[in-house]
Every structure is written in C-alpha cells, then in structure tokens.
C-alpha cells in the first residue's frame, strides 16, 4: 500500500526513533481515497501521500478520527475538544473550544481512557453536523497512583485520576449535544445527562447511539445506574425535544443489551426502514425485536425462544433481512456452539445456514455498530460479509481440531477454502486440549470445560490439577481455539499439570437465569462449586487427576476468583497463584459493583469481599499486583493484604512497580515456580530468566526510543538487535 523502507526512514529522521521497515509500529492507520495514510506513532500523528511526502500533524489523537460521509473532512478530539480537518486542503479548527481533561468532549470516561479506542462522534448524513457527548468527570473522586520507581530519578511520582466507587455520589456522566461543523453552534439535547455504566464504555461506540437516516432526529439509549432499566430516547436535532420511545426494566437483575458487556450492544439501526433491531432477555433467553422509530411501537419478535442470540452480524435492509449466530437450539449439543440463521424482516421467519458440531463464526458489521472490537470511528474495520451481502467468510472452530475459514454464498453453497490452521513451534508431541461436558453441582445444568495435557502426558502417572479460572460475570472463556485463556493453560499443562478451564454458572452465553446466578452474589460469578463438582466428576472419567493436589489460578476477575476460592474452599484447593484481582467490588469501578452486584447498601457487599474470608486460609497463597494498574487499582489488593495480615496468615506477595494490568515476565514465572514446588512437590530451576509478551512491548519501546543517535546514515539502525 506505500514504501514501507522510505516511510522508515524518513519518521527515524524527523522522530528520532527507531522504525524497522519490517516492523513500523505504527497505529491508528487510516487509508484515504487519494491514498494518503495518517497515523500515530510515539504520541504523534502523521500523514504520509503517494508521493513519499510525510507531515507530523501535531500530538495523537485521544481518540479515532472521524470520516464525514462525503469524504471531505475528518472530525477527531485535540486537546480534549473537537476539531475538524479538511481532509484536501489540510486546514483544521476546533469545533468547540471549552473542553477540558474532566469536561472533555467525544471521549471516555477517565477511568476507562486506556482501556478502550474509538470516538464519540457521529456525523450527520449531509455531513454538516455531528452528533457528540461531552464527558463529566468533574466532581468524581480520585484515586491517587504513586510510581515508586520511576524510568528517571530515583524521586517517587504520584498522579491520581478520576475513579468513582460503588455509592459514590458523583460518577461519570454524558452530556448529549449536536454541533454544527460551520460556525460551531451547539443544540444541547434537552434530557439528563446519561449515567456512565456498562464497563465504562461510552454511547457512541458501546452502540447506543446514531442519527436518523434523514439527519433530522437523533437516537441514544439511556442506561439507568445500576442497569435495572435502559430507555430508547429520540431527539430533534434542531432544537433538542426529546420523546421516550420505549423502556426495558429488569428489576431483579440488570438489563442485557449484548451478548456480553465487552461488545457493543446488539442494537442495529435500520434508517430506511426507521426502524431498529432490539436485544432483550424479556423472555428468559436472549432475543431480537423489531421496533418501529416513528413510534416506538413493537413491530414483531424476530427470533426464536427455542434458542439463543449471540450476535447480529450483519443487517441488509435492501434484502429486509438480518444475519445472526444463535446457540442452544440443539439440546444435543454443546450448548455454546453456535450456528448462523438468517431471519427475514417482515415475517420473523427463519433459515439455518450453517451448523455443524462447532463455532460457526462470521466477523459483525463494523457500519451496525455491532461489534466493540470492530467499530472504530464508525467506519467499519473488516466484516465477514460481503458488500452485496452474497458472500461471507465464515470461521469454523474447536480447541481440539484446526480451524477452518470458508467464503460460502447466500445459498449456503462453500466455494472456497481460504486457509485451514496449522501448528507451529509447539513441543514435540503437543497434544490438543479436549473439550468436554460435565454438570453443575445442580447435578443438572450442562456446562463446558476444555482439558489441557501436558505434551509427555502418560496416563499411567498421577497428575496435579490446576483450575484456570476467570470468574468474571461478564464473560463466557473456555476456548474455542488456541487463544485467549488457553494460552496460559498450554504451558501450565507442559510444566506437569492437567489443567482444566470450565464455565460454571453466573456467566455469559447463556440464559438470563444462568448468568444472573451470579447477580448480588459476585462470588457466584463462574460457581466455584461447579468447577469442584465438575473437575471431582472429570476425576472419575480420567482416574490420572489428583484430587489431594488440585490448584487455581486466574489474573484479573480470574485473580479474584482464584483467591475467592482458596479462601472459601480450603479442603478442596491447596495452592491458588492470584494475578490483579479485583478482590471487592467495593473499591472497584462503580459500573462493575453496581451492574453485578447491586445497590451498595449497608453490609450487602460483604459476602463478595474477599476479605471476608482471609481467616480461612489454610494452603499456599501467592497475589500478584502492578503498581500502575489504573483499572484494578491496587488499593484493592492492599486491603486484602492488611486483612491476611491482621489474621496472622502467612502469604506470599509480587510486586511490579512498573506494571499495569498485565504480568511481568518474572510474576509470571514466579507464579509457574510456585506451583512446580507447592503442587508437584518438584523443585524449579533457580531465576529462570522468563521473557513474557510485556517484557517485548517494554524493551521493543526502549529500543525504538530515541534511537537516530544510534542509526545509520539511512535513519535505520546501524545493526538489528538479535
């Protein structure tokens, strides 16, 4: 697409960095017509034009910039305000011009600034306006960081950043507004500003947000605190006037707009029609309904209750019809496969496309504001439909067999092969883990696991057990494929342990009742009792577990559960290894307590806390925690630590000064080295140098820092690093 060489070399020149041909780094790659690329790199952006011409355009954006629909202009967020480039002449203003860091507009929450990419922004069909929030962290509390061992200095630096609490008073909040492109001019839209929930992730790209197809109303969907009830508001774009469509409540739980809370929610917007596409859990299992926008009015239920939806993944109104991945349909099955169905707009019929004994995937739409991890800016960022909608590429997946992408046709007809998986660079021997069924400790509900082996596995030995947990409410994790969660089951399983991963009750990719196991009771959140029951009956299938030397161990959600479980089931587990648990929601994100567990009232946070429970430590605990973690905050697992020490429990405790939200090479191998010795009773290498994908990132980042004073005459470097 351009000269990746030149482009090297003349950002070495003009940064002072260092950037491989090979290896640019760059990020928020956008590609114009003419062929222009911006991007950012090193907390500046670029553009780069055909003819080899590169400008620094100032500091990186806070957020994705924003094509408008006739192609001429970009809208991105500058110094926590709005700008605008015209995209042929390159000129730029501001839009707006009050912005600030705690009152920003197009933007997250502070909280959740790290965590989460894309804009606040949508611009109008005529391309005149657009369509914001202007984000109020004004009055939430801190929580203030301390970098002990900073990069320069030996001088301790603190920093702090909004971070509201379970009950706080003030939490983040959206004022909802159009702009006009020309003159600026605001139309503020006259409804309260909307609560921030949901994970923190915002109106704009969490999909709850959008212009009418003739640019005179706009849309947005308002999620109560606390989630019991979300409202679909349409607004006059020139003068504000609001108009409740309708409402969903879920008194006893929290109202599911999604799948789960990391993607989008499932709301499709469908502006010739004016109509939308509506996820809800009304009926006990997730389903689709159409709603007509001049009136709010039902037109009628689109699928099934003889399964369950996963995703919209795409919406073709030319067709009048919708594309979705559905599970549960075959009670034979593993209840989490999921299969594709095609339902027709105007009569809510349905037709299977494809299914199988697997995962039938096909990448949502981008332009349906579908998927969190694909919309950025609201353009879409690949899809597995075609255009037409004629075509799509569908990915076929198990953990125990090599995946298999397919293009196929809207007659279900395969009409080619585009890559089938292959191992690579695994021990010799390597063994695919298998996936299994077990029951709940119900004795009833089916749930799934996935078993890991080591590659020198014989089942004439006697194996140790580890329990890779997760324990989040908000997510289903036994793999699909070799990813995710199985990438720290495999080497687990190579240092001598079968280790098992296992979706119990209180998560996601189920029903309401199923995930809802978990509601006012986070400490349900994936049921322990489950994964004792289901690895106690894997056990009796493959008498080579060890029942007397069973593990767990998890990071994030999965550090609060493993501790959770260590604490609350001492005969059952005797080493937990914990890597930055939330370990009580009460010193968590606000949006997560108040979603999963309720209302803080009085005590009812307790039972969750998993310092309630330190008196019971009995096995071989080891917690984990980086100091920059600005999303489980570290205050969390220090109140766990005064508690284990105010009971006399002896513990162990690794400490990452530097870190954020992830392990550090030598954490990581701390926490293998903790289960060779305290679960096998085997004796690890002493200081095993172990050099993790963190450790990359960081010594990729000093290496290419500053890096011109050591590059050639070219603005490469002189000589690659091995």
């Known amino acids: 697409m351009f000269d990746h060489s030149d482009l090297a070399a003349k950002l070495t020149k003009k940064s002072g960095n260092i950037f491989p041909p090979d290896d640019l780094g760059i990020t928020d790659l956008y590609v114009d017509g003419d062929g222009t690329i911006t991007f950012s790199a090193f907390q500046k952006r670029y553009s780069y034009d055909s003819n080899g011409v590169l400008k620094e355009l100032g500091d990186a954006l806070l957020s994705a910039p924003v094509v408008s629909p006739d192609g001429k202009l970009e809208a991105y967020v500058k110094d926590w305000n709005i700008w605008v480039r015209d995209l042929e002449s390159g000129e730029e203003k501001p839009i707006t011009t009050d912005g600030q860091e705690r009152y920003a507009y197009a933007t997250k929450p502070g909280a959740s600034r790290g965590f989460t990419w894309g804009s606040e922004l949508r611009w109008a069909p005529d391309s005149k306006r657009v369509f914001t929030v202007q984000t109020d962290d004004r009055q939430v509390k801190d929580v203030p960081f301390i970098q002990y061992a900073p990069e320069d200095g030996v001088r301790p630096v603190a920093f702090s950043m909004p971070y509201a609490f379970p009950g706080d008073l003030h939490i983040p909040m959206y004022r909802m507004l159009v702009v006009d492109v020309e003159d600026g001019k605001q139309v503020p839209i006259k409804y309260r500003d909307l609560p921030a929930g949901r994970m923190l992730d915002a109106p704009f790209n969490g999909g709850r947000a959008w212009w009418g197809g003739d640019g005179k109303r706009v849309f947005f969907v308002d999620v109560e605190r606390g989630e019991k009830a979300a409202h679909l508001i349409s607004a006059d774009a020139s003068t504000g006037d609001t108009t409740e469509l309708f409402s969903e409540t879920n008194p006893d739980g929290y109202v599911e707009l999604s799948d789960n809370v990391y993607e989008a929610a499932s709301i499709v917007p469908l502006p010739e029609r004016n109509q939308v596409i509506w996820y809800s859990e009304r009926t006990g299992r997730p389903q689709l309904y159409l709603y007509?926008?001049?009136?709010?009015?039902?037109?009628?239920?689109?699928?099934?209750?003889?399964?369950?939806?996963?995703?919209?993944?795409?919406?073709?109104?030319?067709?009048?019809?919708?594309?979705?991945?559905?599970?549960?349909?075959?009670?034979?099955?593993?209840?989490?496969?999921?299969?594709?169905?095609?339902?027709?707009?105007?009569?809510?019929?349905?037709?299977?496309?494809?299914?199988?004994?697997?995962?039938?995937?096909?990448?949502?739409?981008?332009?349906?504001?579908?998927?969190?991890?694909?919309?950025?800016?609201?353009?879409?960022?690949?899809?597995?439909?075609?255009?037409?909608?004629?075509?799509?590429?569908?990915?076929?997946?198990?953990?125990?067999?090599?995946?298999?992408?397919?293009?196929?046709?809207?007659?279900?007809?395969?009409?080619?092969?585009?890559?089938?998986?292959?191992?690579?660079?695994?021990?010799?021997?390597?063994?695919?883990?298998?996936?299994?069924?077990?029951?709940?400790?119900?004795?009833?509900?089916?749930?799934?696991?996935?078993?890991?082996?080591?590659?020198?596995?014989?089942?004439?030995?006697?194996?140790?057990?580890?329990?890779?947990?997760?324990?989040?409410?908000?997510?289903?994790?036994?793999?699909?494929?070799?990813?995710?969660?199985?990438?720290?089951?495999?080497?687990?399983?190579?240092?001598?342990?079968?280790?098992?991963?296992?979706?119990?009750?209180?998560?996601?990719?189920?029903?309401?009742?199923?995930?809802?196991?978990?509601?006012?009771?986070?400490?349900?959140?994936?049921?322990?009792?489950?994964?004792?029951?289901?690895?106690?009956?894997?056990?009796?299938?493959?008498?080579?577990?060890?029942?007397?030397?069973?593990?767990?161990?998890?990071?994030?959600?999965?550090?609060?559960?493993?501790?959770?479980?260590?604490l609350r089931y001492p005969d059952f587990y005797k080493v937990a290894v914990s890597g930055a648990g939330n370990h009580d929601q009460r010193d968590f994100w606000h949006s997560w307590g108040e979603r999963y567990q309720g209302e803080l009232d009085g005590d009812n946070y307790l039972a969750q806390a998993n310092l309630t429970y330190a008196k019971n430590l009995e096995g071989k605990l080891l917690l984990y925690q980086g100091l920059m973690d600005t999303g489980v905050q570290p205050g969390t697992l220090f109140n766990l630590v005064q508690k284990l020490e105010d009971e006399n429990k002896d513990f162990d405790l690794v400490i990452a000064p530097r870190a954020g939200h992830s392990y550090t090479g030598y954490a990581q191998r701390r926490g293998w080295d903790y289960f060779v010795e305290h679960l096998a009773g085997k004796t690890p290498p002493k200081e095993f140098e172990l050099i993790n994908g963190y450790d990359y990132t960081i010594a990729e980042m000093k290496r290419r820092k500053g890096g011109a004073s050591k590059a050639g005459k070219d603005g490469q470097p002189e000589s690659k690093p091995e």
């Open 292 to 566: 007509d926008l001049a009136t709010g009015q039902l037109v009628r239920k689109l699928t099934d209750d003889a399964y369950g939806v996963r995703r919209i993944v795409s919406a073709d109104e030319s067709r009048g019809e919708v594309l979705i991945s559905i599970s549960g349909r075959d009670p034979t099955k593993n209840p989490y496969y999921e299969e594709i169905l095609r339902i027709d707009l105007d009569t809510g019929n349905g037709e299977i496309l494809s299914q199988g004994d697997d995962h039938r995937f096909i990448a949502p739409d981008g332009r349906n504001g579908v998927s969190f991890a694909l919309l950025l800016g609201g353009a879409p960022r690949g899809s597995g439909v075609s255009p037409s909608g004629d075509y799509w590429v569908e990915t076929r997946q198990r953990i125990d067999r090599p995946a298999v992408s397919v293009i196929r046709t809207r007659s279900r007809r395969e009409v080619a092969t585009l890559e089938t998986a292959s191992l690579n660079h695994v021990p010799e021997g390597f063994r695919r883990p298998e996936p299994v069924l077990v029951k709940a400790a119900n004795g009833k509900t089916i749930l799934q696991g996935a078993i890991f082996r080591p590659s020198d596995f014989d089942p004439s030995k006697i194996y140790p057990v580890i329990d890779l947990i997760y324990g989040g409410p908000q997510a289903a994790v036994v793999p699909v494929a070799l990813d995710g969660l199985a990438n720290m089951a495999m080497p687990l399983a190579e240092l001598g342990f079968v280790t098992v991963i296992i979706d119990g009750r209180g998560t996601t990719g189920r029903d309401r009742e199923f995930h809802e196991h978990s509601y006012g009771a986070v400490e349900k959140a994936s049921e322990v009792e489950d994964h004792i029951a289901a690895i106690r009956q894997l056990a009796q299938r493959y008498p080579y577990m060890d029942l007397d030397r069973v593990g767990i161990t998890g990071f994030s959600g999965g550090g609060y559960m493993s501790t959770s479980a260590i």
